[in-house]
């Protein structure tokens, strides 16, 4: 195929003008404007409504926290299609539950955009976290596997030092981990059980950030991971979608406490996505089997599907974007 014409592209050229003027005028220059176009053919359109797996779902219960290499389908976290332009190029990363699900898929786009890129998850994930290092690494890009439990304060903050120490530094931190175990009744929900979603879910955050936040250069971002469960909780998702709405409230105070450190924080709402968690006790297996049919797409997301959701609120394209919460839910038309 014949290689097309170097020109500029349209947002190079916007970003050349706009910020040009204004921001040397102010004596600051955020972003350097660079045209360029790779030359590589545009990716083909596709329906999205088709373009994945949709249910039903073959039975397929895991004892928790589940491996992703064991479902079926597999997700698809854009390890064979995610291409990178370079948004994150020179960041230093750290991913919590990125060995699978939306975290895997999240590591792997900012390494592919350019970051560096430390990743936890628990140890018996090892197997899906062995695939992601390598895939980070097969980008050209440093991983380092960090793996530990986040209910524990003082694993939380070593977790922050040896990111920012193996990477040489620390501008982005993104949540994902997270703890969902369905209980129909809250006469079954034991404290123990509810110690463990608060503490996975809402504590290790406030740990995590506590952390990174003296880490931090102005710049950096944070992204949390909410739920569509936060705004329409599930009969029997008590204590995990209470985790949520938090995670979301927290997104819109903190974002604007540490907007003054030039740290921005938002979050992500997933509705349905096909990942480990929907497999291990998040949900009844009749409820995995038909997951996704609900919503307008009638199919699960993908994994793949966020990660560019991810991306675009680390990446400094978002400078203007702090404490909000970005719904991915499905074509439901659902907010954050
Ligand atoms: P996932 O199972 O692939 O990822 C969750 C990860 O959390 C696990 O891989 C594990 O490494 C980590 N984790 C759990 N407990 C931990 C602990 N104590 N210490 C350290 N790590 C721990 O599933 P996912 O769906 O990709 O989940 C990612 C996030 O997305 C979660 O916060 C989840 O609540 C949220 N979410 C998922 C959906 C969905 O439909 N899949 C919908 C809304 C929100
Ligand atoms: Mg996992």
Redesign the pocket.
Known sequence: MASQPEQPSRRGVLLGTALGAAALAAGAMPRTAQAQDTGSPAPPLFDPVGAYPAPPFPPQPQPW??L?SKMHPVPDCGEKSYTGSGRMKGRHALV?????????AVAIALAREGADVAL???PQ?ES?AREVIALIRQSGRKAVALP????DEAFCKSLVAQAASSLGALDCLIN?????HFHESILDLSTEELDWTL???IY?LVWLIKAAVPLMPPGSAIVN?????AYSPSANLVD?AAT?AAIANMTRSLGKQLLPKGIRVNAV??????????V?GAQPEAVVEHFGAEVAYHR?GQ?VEIAPVYVTLASTDSSYVAGQVWGITGGSGEPG
């Not at 994902?176 to 969902?180: D, E, V």
């Not at 991971?225 to 469960?229: A, D, F, G, I, L």
């Open positions: 926290p589940g992703q919590t539950g990125g060995d699978s699900g939306i975290g895997r936890n998850y628990l994930e899906d530990g439990d986040l209910r994902s981990a997270g703890r969902q503490k996975t879910n290790s991971t909410t739920s569509r469960q995990y949520k709402a997933p509705g349905p996505f096909w990942t480990p968690l929907q291990c699960p994994p």
